[in-house]
């Protein structure tokens, strides 16, 4: 049986990672700085400061994971973007995979940013796309980023770039969420950039490309994305249509009209497509369901 061991294992994303590689039969070891139940007899989980080498150095020798997927990161909301703990994070995480490369580690899945790249209108492209650090945070992914194609040279390597993941479990700040109440509530949400289109993927989906990276032949940069930019506006009628509001739903259709997107963050997913199969990423009504339990529903 296949092992993984994955990092930020209790964070937004490391949860839902952690159920499917139970879901399609995996080994895991999953580590974060708190306690977490193990789902099954396939799964074990270990408190471990990451920033602590002769920690991680034992996790490894005892364990000997198959395969590594590390999604722990500063990600604390509102200053991880210009945090010094990244700085942190580029030694910790150089640590981590030369550790796992040297107990015969077979592949890893690194979790990275779609702000590594120039944001503009153009589709970012992992192979074509100008790349532009302008955070502490982005900055020290890509300085990560040339590391570990040096430590990981002699096995396969994927390098992740995540877009907008959402879901209801999100933190409650997050913008989907915010929209969510306002519509909830019957208010129109304050938009502060209603001109920025953005590439938004369900968590769940986040989830099932890294599985499915992790199990495949896939190896390079590859884009954790849909393929397709929303405005803030577009969102906020998705859930006034959902939520049977039509007076919201007409207003926000004006708005619509109204704005047009002057930057569009949006990926290039034929790769991911490529090893997706038939699960590819849920459209924007299907994922924005998840958010609400019609009445009835326990």
Aim: charge should be neutral.
């Amino acid at each position: 049986m296949k092992r993984c061991l994955i990092t930020g294992a209790t964070g937004f994303i490391g949860s839902h990672a952690v159920r499917r590689l139970l879901d399609e039969g995996w080994q895991v070891v999953s580590v974060s700085r708190g306690l977490a139940p193990s789902h099954s007899q396939h799964h074990k989980h270990i408190p471990l400061d990451l920033h602590d080498p002769a920690a991680v150095e034992k996790i490894f020798e005892h364990h000997q994971p198959t395969h590594l997927i590390h999604l722990a990161w500063e990600a604390t909301p509102g200053k991880f973007w210009h945090s010094t703990e990244n700085f942190r994070w580029i030694s910790s995480s150089a640590n981590l995979l030369d550790a796992f490369v040297r107990h015969g580690g077979e592949k890893a899945v690194l979790a990275a940013s779609c702000a590594e790249y120039k944001w503009g209108n153009a589709l970012l492209d992992e192979d074509t796309s100008p790349l532009n650090a302008t955070t502490y945070y982005s900055a020290s992914k890509l300085a990560f980023k040339g590391l570990a194609e040096v430590i990981a040279k002699d096995i396969s390597l994927v390098w992740a770039r995540i877009f907008f993941p959402y879901g209801p479990d999100e933190d409650e700040n997050k913008l989907i969420s915010y929209i969510f109440r306002e519509i909830s509530k019957d208010r129109l949400p304050a938009i502060q950039t209603p001109d920025r289109a953005v590439d938004l993927i369900h968590v769940k989906d986040v989830a099932a490309a890294f599985e499915r990276l992790a199990a495949s032949e896939a190896s390079g940069t590859i884009n954790i994305c849909s393929g397709e930019a929303h405005l803030p506006h577009e969102i906020a009628h998705e859930f006034a249509k959902l939520l049977e509001k039509p007076q919201l739903e007409k207003k926000l259709l004006q708005n619509i009209v109204s704005h047009r997107a002057n930057v569009t963050v949006c990926g290039n997913n034929a790769k991911l497509a490529a090893f997706l199969g038939d699960g590819l990423p849920k459209s924007l009504p299907e994922g924005l369901r998840s958010y609400h339990k019609p009445i009835g529903v326990a």
